[in-house]
C-alpha cells in the first residue's frame, strides 16, 4: 500500500496540508480544549448555585420569591406533582454532565436533566421536600457554549482557504517541472522541443537553461564528430588513391609515398587534436597570466610579445589542461601569422575574465570569421591553420572555451591583423 502520492502536485498539496492539519489539531485540543472546559465549567457552576438558591426559596416555602428570581436571570420555574419524562436522563451527558455533577454536590439530592436539542432548552427536574418535583427551564446556552463548534468550523475553513489560496502556485510550479520532464525526454530520444522556454521559479528556469545548454553542447557534439569523420574520409581518399596509383603503375618512390604518409600523420594528429580538446577534465582552481605567458614565449621566441595582464589574478575553477590546449592554438595561430608582434591583455571582472590575443598579421576577412571557428573548414591560402588542409586550431580552442562556459569571438585588430577575444566567466 503507497501511502505518499507520486505526483509532485500531490506532493506538494500533501506537504502544505499535513502541517497545517496537525498545528491546527495541537492548537484546538491543547489551548481551545483547556478554554471550552474553563468555561462550561464556570456555566454549569453559576446555573447550579442558581437552581440550589431557588431550591432553598422553594423548601422554606417562598415559592414566589424563587418565581421572581427566576424571572430575573430567564429561568422558568413551575411546581408539578408528576410529570412524563423519558426513562434515560441526559446527565452523562457531554453537555450536561458537568451541571449534574454540581447540582448533585450542591443539592445533596438526586438532579434529572433533559436537553431538548430541537428547540435548544435544558429541562433540570430536582425533588422537593412535600415531593412534589421542581422543574426548572432554560436556554441550552446557559450552560453550553457554541463557540467550539464556531472554531470548529473556522478550523476546517482554514484549512480549505489555505488549500485554494496554494492551488495556484502549486499546479503553476508542477507545470514547470512537467514542461521540463517533458522537453527532457524529447531531448533523450534525439528531438526538439519547439516552444519549450523556461519558467516557473529561479531554480526551476536555470535547470531548464542548463539542459537547454547541455542539449546543445550535445548538437554540437554530434555535428563535430559527423563533420570529422566527413573530413576524415575526404582528406585521407586523396593520398591513399594517389599511393595506390603510384604503386600500381609503378611510379611509386621513396620520396613520393614518406610525404603522402607525413601528410595524412598530420591530418591524423590534427584530428586526434581536436579529440582531446573534447575530452572531460577534473576543475581546478586556475589562474591564466602565468599560462599565458608561458605558452607566448614558447610558442613566439622569435616575435616581439606585448602583455598586459594583471598582478593580482582572480582565481577560477576550471579544466586547465583543456584551456592550456585552447589558448596554445589561439596564440600558436597567432604567431604564425604575425609579422613582428603580438600582444596578449587579460581584463578580470568580477563576474568574468576577458582575454584578447592579437597580432600584426594579414587577418581574416569578415565573411570568414564564422567559418574559422568551425572545424574541417579550409579557408584561403592567407590565413590556413596548416592541419592537412582543414581549419582545426581556432576550432579546438572554441570548443573548449564554450565547454567552460565562455565565448569566443574573431575581430579586426587595431594592429592590422586578427583579434581574439575570449570570455569566460568565474563560477
Known amino acids: 500500500m503507497r501511502l505518499i502520492p507520486r505526483s509532485f502536485l500531490a506532493r506538494t498539496i500533501l506537504m502544505v496540508l499535513v502541517p497545517l492539519v ?14 471550552w472546559s474553563r468555561v462550561h ?15 432553598n426559596f422553594i423548601d422554606s416555602g417562598n415559592l414566589p420569591v424563587a418565581q421572581s428570581m427566576a424571572r430575573d436571570i430567564g429561568i422558568n420555574v413551575s411546581i408539578n406533582p408528576k410529570l412524563n419524562r423519558p426513562e434515560e436522563n441526559d446527565n452523562k451527558s457531554m453537555v450536561a454532565g458537568r451541571l449534574a455533577k454540581y447540582l448533585e454536590t450542591q443539592l445533596n439530592r438526586p438532579a434529572n436533566i433533559y436537553i431538548d436539542r430541537g428547540e435548544r432548552l435544558v429541562f433540570v427536574d430536582v425533588p422537593t421536600r412535600d415531593n412534589k418535583i421542581a422543574t426548572f427551564g432554560t436556554s441550552l446556552y446557559r450552560i453550553y457554549s457554541t463557540s467550539s463548534e464556531v472554531f470548529v468550523i473556522w478550523l476546517i475553513g482554514s484549512i480549505l482557504i489555505v488549500s485554494i489560496l496554494i492551488s495556484p502556485f502549486v499546479i503553476l510550479h508542477s507545470r514547470s517541472i512537467r514542461r521540463i520532464s517533458n522537453a527532457a525526454n524529447r531531448f533523450g530520444r534525439g528531438l ?22 547541455m ?36 611510379d611509386a618512390t621513396d620520396k613520393a609515398l614518406l610525404q603522402d604518409i607525413d601528410r595524412m600523420t598530420e591530418m591524423v594528429n590534427g584530428y586526434l587534436a581536436f579529440a582531446r580538446g573534447e575530452m572531460p577534465e577534473v576543475e581546478q582552481a586556475t589562474e591564466l597570466p602565468a599560462t ?16 598586459d595582464l594583471p598582478d593580482t589574478p582572480v582565481q577560477f575553477y576550471a579544466r586547465p589542461m583543456a584551456l592550456t590546449r585552447a589558448f596554445s592554438n589561439i596564440i600558436e595561430n597567432a604567431a604564425r601569422y604575425a609579422n613582428k608582434k603580438i600582444k596578449i591583455t587579460e581584463h578580470d571582472t568580477d563576474e568574468s575574465i576577458e582575454v584578447i590575443i592579437e597580432d600584426d598579421g594579414p587577418g581574416i576577412p569578415d565573411n570568414k570569421k564564422q567559418d574559422a571557428l568551425r572545424p574541417f573548414v579550409r579557408l584561403d591560402e592567407s590565413r590556413n591553420d596548416k592541419t592537412g588542409g582543414t581549419g582545426l586550431g581556432l576550432s579546438i580552442a572554441k570548443t573548449a572555451i564554450e565547454n567552460h562556459g565562455g565565448q569566443i569571438f574573431l575581430e579586426d585588430s587595431p594592429m592590422g591583423g586578427l583579434r581574439v577575444r575570449v570570455v569566460l566567466p568565474i563560477e
Open 22 to 35: 496537525i498545528t491546527q489539531v495541537i492548537i484546538a485540543d491543547f489551548f481551545f480544549g483547556n478554554h
Open 41 to 55: 465549567n464556570t456555566l454549569a457552576r453559576s446555573f447550579s448555585a442558581e437552581i440550589t438558591t431557588m431550591m
Open 192 to 213: 526538439d522541443a519547439p516552444g519549450f522556454k523556461p519558467s516557473g521559479s529561479l531554480e526551476i528556469r536555470n535547470a531548464a537553461a542548463s539542459m537547454i545548454k
Open 215 to 250: 542539449k546543445e553542447r550535445i548538437d554540437r557534439y554530434n555535428r563535430t564528430r559527423t563533420d570529422m569523420l566527413n573530413a576524415v574520409s575526404h582528406d585521407l581518399k586523396s593520398p591513399l588513391t594517389r599511393m595506390r596509383l603510384a604503386i600500381e603503375t609503378g
Open 292 to 307: 599565458l605567458t608561458r605558452i607566448a614565449r614558447d610558442a613566439a621566441p622569435d616575435k616581439k610579445i606585448e602583455l
